[in-house]
């Protein structure tokens, strides 16, 4: 296992500092608050870390507006505290704000114990959403300028090994007659889908990007349609033989005659030929959908 500081640690720290210090240039009493924020909603990519600042500001007011009627009748009460924490709890249920249950506890919680009686608690509230806008504002403009997420060489890596994985199943099991495992094949094909739906999202991506969104889109499709019938034929009771319109399309793409050896029934099961005949024309059409520019 590889251990460093890595860019994501070294941004983190960067909004962490640049908090604590605005927070202190603005005379927040508890500049910790924005340098919390930071910390929890710096994410791998820009959109994320809107995603997660978007939550957290939720779960902030939410908090807050809690904290301050209940500071109304008693700030720092045991009683009222506890409360406090199944009203957050419950609503946050009802609405489906799991996400902004430890959040709001948090924030609650320190508005309530931060608070003396003679401090103003709408402003001590107040306070705390500000630090937290602060916190998300400055995360956002780190992860955006600093060394943001190349996202484009991430999903060209994880077509490279899809790809290979693709045609290493492929020929396994039909040249070979290998049961082969499509459980970790889709998992491939979910990643890829995955970091091309981020992509999309990211604000920071111009028009002229250099990827080919459509032509990547039909490629996670047609890898689903191969791990299908895969699928299917490892769920087969037997080796069936190739047909030869089968047989000579696995000569062209991999230059070698398919192993027939452990070919069980000596007839051209239709079944059989069905699913082989789909997989090797998604595979063929693989070859013609470029996902750059430059192909």
């Not at 809690?66 to 009222?80: E, T």
């Not at 402003?123 to 484009?152: C, D, K, R």
Request: charge should be neutral; proline fraction near 3%.
């Amino acid at each position: 296992m590889k251990y460093g500081i890595g860019i994501r640690n070294l941004k983190t720290a960067i909004a962490v500092f640049l908090s604590i210090g605005a927070s202190t240039l603005l005379s927040f009493k508890s500049p910790y608050l924005a340098a919390i924020t930071s910390l929890l909603v710096m994410e791998s990519s820009v959109v994320d870390t809107l995603r997660s600042g978007k939550n957290r500001i939720i779960s902030t007011i939410f908090g807050a507006i809690i904290a301050f009627l209940l500071c109304l009748i008693k700030p720092g009460d045991l009683l009222l505290s506890s409360i406090g924490i199944v009203i957050i709890i419950s609503v946050c249920g009802i609405l489906n704000w799991n996400f902004s249950i430890p959040t709001s506890g948090i924030v609650f919680l320190s508005i309530m114990f931060g608070v003396t009686p003679n401090m103003d608690a709408f402003e001590y509230s107040l306070s705390a959403i500000i630090q937290t806008f602060l916190g998300i504002s400055i995360a956002f403009i780190v992860n955006f300028l600093i060394a943001p997420p190349n996202h484009i060489a991430s999903i060209l890596k994880s077509y490279q090994i899809l790809r290979d994985k693709t045609s290493e199943l492929i020929k396994k099991r039909l040249c070979y007659n290998e049961v082969v495992d499509t459980f970790g094949f889709y998992d491939k094909i979910q990643k890829l889908s995955d970091e091309l739906s981020t992509l999309l999202e990211e604000i920071r991506i111009s028009k002229d990007r250099p990827l080919y969104a459509d032509n990547i889109k039909e490629i996670i499709l047609l890898h689903k349609h191969i791990y299908f019938h895969l699928t299917v034929l490892n769920d087969l009771d037997k080796e069936y033989c190739l047909s030869k319109e089968n047989l000579a399309k696995l000569q062209v793409i991999y230059g070698i005659t398919p192993d027939t050896s452990k070919c069980v029934s000596k007839e051209e099961n239709i079944v059989f030929n069905y699913h082989v005949e789909k997989i090797l024309d998604a595979f063929i059409s693989l070859q013609g959908l470029p996902i750059t520019r430059d192909e």
